[in-house]
């Protein structure tokens, strides 16, 4: 004898496909959003940001965190990272400060200052700079007080040294 089942066997197999499907589609959206963040919630953050030698990198600090004000291409990025080019000066400006008591200061591979740090304040409008030469050493840039929190950014080595000595063959063979 046949048993009653209130599912047909047509009935289970459309169910399972719906489920299939729906997992599917799941996974490809769900996948999207995780390639697009950065952990930091504004989703711009996409560096290392190659910086100029010879331009003064300007930053506001907030709670626990840094956030770029210039050049342009850190502009709202929080704790962005830099790309510096090796033997290259930088000036790093603090220009704002949103709350709290923090310094600035540059950061060697063993957590040492090797550019500042600048006085503790709390001012609105610090303006407190420090000037350093960029080098394998150098890590990054750092609160002291909120290191421990996350208020850093990373500092990195230009790849391609050899880029400015093409330009001078250029040079060469232009002025002859």
Not at 19 to 47: F, H, K, M, P, R
Not at 147 to 162: D, H, K, L, N, Q
Request: charged share 20%; with cysteine; aromatic share 4%.
């Amino acid at each position: 004898m046949a048993q009653d089942n209130p599912v047909s066997r047509r009935t289970a197999l459309k169910l399972t496909g719906a489920a299939a499907s729906t997992a599917l589609v799941a996974g490809c959206s769900g996948g999207n959003g995780d390639g697009n963040g950065n952990g930091n919630g504004n989703g711009d953050s996409e560096g290392p940001y190659s910086i100029e030698s010879g331009t003064t990198i300007e930053l506001k600090s907030k709670a626990q965190s840094w956030e770029g004000v210039a050049p342009s291409s850190i502009e709202g990025v929080e704790n962005p990272s830099l790309s510096l080019t090796e033997g290259e000066t930088y000036t790093i400006e603090w220009v704002e400060n949103e709350s709290g008591n923090h310094n600035l200061a540059v950061y060697d591979d063993s957590e040492s200052a090797i550019a500042g740090p600048t006085e503790q304040v709390s001012d609105s409008e610090p303006g407190l700079s420090v000037e350093f030469d960029a080098s394998s050493d150098t890590v990054e840039y750092v609160c002291e007080p909120h290191y421990s929190s996350g208020m850093a950014g990373t500092i990195e080595m230009a790849e391609g040294g050899s880029g400015s000595g093409g330009s001078g063959n250029e040079s060469n063979e232009s002025s002859e």
